[in-house]
């Protein structure tokens, strides 16, 4: 077996999707003997996590997913393996770099 991690894109609409379009991208441990298969069970767990609920305004609130936009293989995973990167281009370094530090501090386990 071996491990991949996906990418998961959904679309987040509430009620008639009027306001600025919204998506969440997840990313999940995928077991599979091969990429093809880890694509299909990726794909599949993204069309069972479609969902839909009424949020305290009343309105629909669907998440719509649609697509595994990625799929990377894990070699051997240990400590420390890097699971996932992304290169974020920022108009403004010091805003993004005080946007990381706020992020952190939010996880609340620093000394």
Do not use: C
Request: glycine share 4%; hydrophobic share 40%; charged share 20%.
């Amino acid at each position: 077996m071996n491990w991949y991690v996906a990418k998961l894109v959904f679309r987040v609409i509430s009620g008639n999707g009027d306001h600025n379009p919204q998506f969440d991208e997840q990313l999940r441990l995928i077991k599979a003997e091969t990429e093809i298969q880890a694509f299909e069970k990726a794909s599949n767990i993204g069309h069972a996590n479609q969902d839909s609920f009424f949020n305290v305004q009343k309105q629909t609130v669907k998440w719509q997913f649609i697509d595994v936009a990625e799929l990377n293989p894990i070699n051997t995973p240990e400590d420390g393996t890097e699971l996932y990167y992304n290169i974020h281009e920022a108009t403004d370094p010091d805003l993004y770099i005080a946007w990381a530090h706020h992020k952190s501090a939010l996880l609340g386990v620093k000394n």
